[in-house]
C-alpha cells in the first residue's frame, strides 16, 4: 500500500495550494477539516458534510476512547465504517482535550493520567496508548501525543512542555511503526518562543514525519500573538511536507493563517455556531436570533449554494431556531460549513492563479462593508 504523498502545485507569497494524496482520496490543500468529534459532525449527516466540499473529517482520540471505546470501534469495522464516511479521516491525540477537559489530571514521563469528564473512570494515555488508539481507529493521518499549556505561561514551563512533547513524538514515531497507506504527523510546540519553537521543529525534523503541525496556538493568546508566531512558525518546518495548524479558528484566522504557509486547520467554530445560532457570510456575521430577521424574506447569503440559503429565508429560520426546532441547527450548521469551505476553494483558484493577495483584499474589504453582528 502506497504512502500518503503530498504535491504542491503553486505558491503565492507564502500561501501554498497542493494535494495530499492517500489511499481514501485526496485532500486539496489549504483544506478546512470539519470537527467529527464522537464520530458524528454534529447536526450533519456524513454524505451532507462531503456536499459542503470537505475532503477530510478530524475525529478525537479522547472522546472516541472515552465512548464507546477505541476497541468497540475496530470490532465494528474501524471508524470509517462506524460513522459511515469513506473519505480521509485524521485523529488528533488526545493531548489537548486531557489538558482542557480532564479531572484531576497528572503529568509524568511516562503519559498523562486522569478521570473522565463523563463517568469519572480512570485512564492513562501514553504516546504508545495513543497510537494504539488511532490505528484502532483506522485513521488516515495519526498525531502524535504532545502536551498543550495554556497560554499565557512562563518560558520555563513552555520550555519544559516542548521537551516532554518532543520525548513523546521519538515515542509516537516508534510506536506507530511501518504503517502503509497511513501517514503520522509531528506537532511543534514553543508556545510564543521563536528560539524553542526552532528547537522544536529541529527535534521533529530529526525524527521524521509524514506531516507537520503547528500545535500550542489558539489557547488563549489571541490573533496578534498567533499571527506573530505564524510569521516564523511554519517556516521552521519542512518546506516538501503538509503544515497544520490545530484547533483554528475565525475565518480571518483561517486567511491569515493560509497566508502564512499553513495547509491545514480544523475547528468546531462553523458546527457550534450553527447551533447557537450563529452564522458566517461573506458580509460578517449574523445571529438568527435577532428580532431585526424574523420578516426578512432574503437568504442568509445571496451568493451561498447551500440548502439553508438557496431554499430557506431569514426569516423562516428565526423562526426555526426560536422555536428550537432540530431543522435550525441542521440547516445553519450546513451552511457555516459550506461557507468555510467555499474560502478553502476560493484561496486554492487564487493562489493557483497568482492572485492571493488581491483576493485576500477583497475577502475582507467585504467583511468591513458588512452588517457584522457581534459573535
Known amino acids: 500500500m502506497p504512502r500518503i504523498t503530498f504535491d504542491k502545485h503553486a505558491q503565492d507569497g507564502k500561501a501554498r495550494a497542493g494535494t495530499i494524496h492517500t489511499t481514501r482520496g485526496d485532500i486539496r490543500t489549504p483544506a478546512f477539516m470539519p470537527v467529527g468529534t464522537a464520530a458524528t459532525v454534529k447536526a450533519m449527516m456524513p454524505e451532507s458534510v462531503a456536499a459542503t466540499g470537505a475532503d477530510v473529517l478530524l475525529g478525537n482520540t479522547y472522546h472516541l476512547m472515552l465512548r464507546p471505546t477505541a476497541e468497540r470501534i475496530a470490532r465494528l469495522g474501524g471508524l470509517h465504517q462506524f460513522m459511515n464516511w469513506d473519505k480521509p479521516i485524521l485523529t488528533d491525540s488526545g493531548g ?32 504508545e496508548r495513543s497510537m494504539e488508539i488511532q490505528a484502532l481507529l483506522g485513521s488516515d493521518i495519526v498525531m ?17 512542555s516542548m521537551e516532554l512533547s518532543m520525548r ?34 529541529e527535534a521533529l525534523r530529526e525524527i521524521e514525519f509524514d506531516g507537520y503541525a503547528v500545535g500550542g496556538l489558539a489557547v488563549g493568546e489571541g490573533q496578534a500573538a498567533m499571527f506573530g508566531c505564524l510569521d516564523y512558525a511554519p517556516d521552521q518546518l519542512p518546506e ?31 458546527s457550534r455556531s450553527g447551533r447557537t445560532g450563529q452564522v458566517f ?11 431585526r430577521h424574523a420578516d426578512d424574506p432574503r437568504p442568509l447569503d445571496e451568493n451561498c449554494a447551500c440548502p439553508a440559503c438557496s431554499k430557506y429565508s431569514r426569516a423562516y429560520l428565526h423562526h426555526v431556531f426560536r422555536s428550537q426546532e432540530m431543522i435550525s441547527g441542521m440547516l445553519l450548521t450546513w451552511h457555516n460549513l459550506r461557507y468555510f469551505q467555499d474560502i478553502m476553494a476560493g484561496m486554492r483558484d487564487a493562489i493557483a492563479a497568482g492572485t492571493f493577495k488581491s483576493w485576500e483584499k477583497n475577502f475582507h474589504e467585504n467583511r468591513a462593508d458588512g452588517d457584522i453582528e457581534p459573535l
Request: glycine share 10%; net charge positive; hydrophobic share 35%.
Open 168 to 201: 513523546w513524538a521519538k515515542r509516537s514515531k516508534e510506536a506507530f511503526g511501518d504503517r502503509p497507506g497511513h501517514a503520522l504527523f509531528g506537532i511543534q510546540q514553543g508556545g510564543l518562543e521563536e528560539d524553542l519553537r526552532k528547537q522544536s521543529a
Open 240 to 270: 516538501d511536507k503538509p503544515r497544520y495548524l490545530m484547533g483554528v479558528g475565525k475565518p480571518d484566522d483561517i486567511v491569515g493563517a493560509v497566508a502564512r504557509g499553513i495547509d491545514m486547520m480544523d475547528c468546531v467554530l462553523p
Open 144 to 160: 502524535c501525543f504532545d502536551e498543550c499549556p495554556a497560554l499565557p505561561a512562563d518560558r520555563t514551563r513552555i520550555a519544559q
Open 281 to 291: 457570510t461573506r458580509r460578517g456575521v449574523l445571529n438568527i436570533k435577532n428580532a
Open 96 to 127: 489537548f482535550q486531557v489538558m482542557s477537559l480532564a479531572d484531576l489530571r497528572k503529568l509524568t514521563e511516562r503519559g498523562v493520567t486522569f478521570k473522565s469528564h463523563i463517568d469519572g473512570s480512570k485512564h492513562e494515555i501514553t504516546p
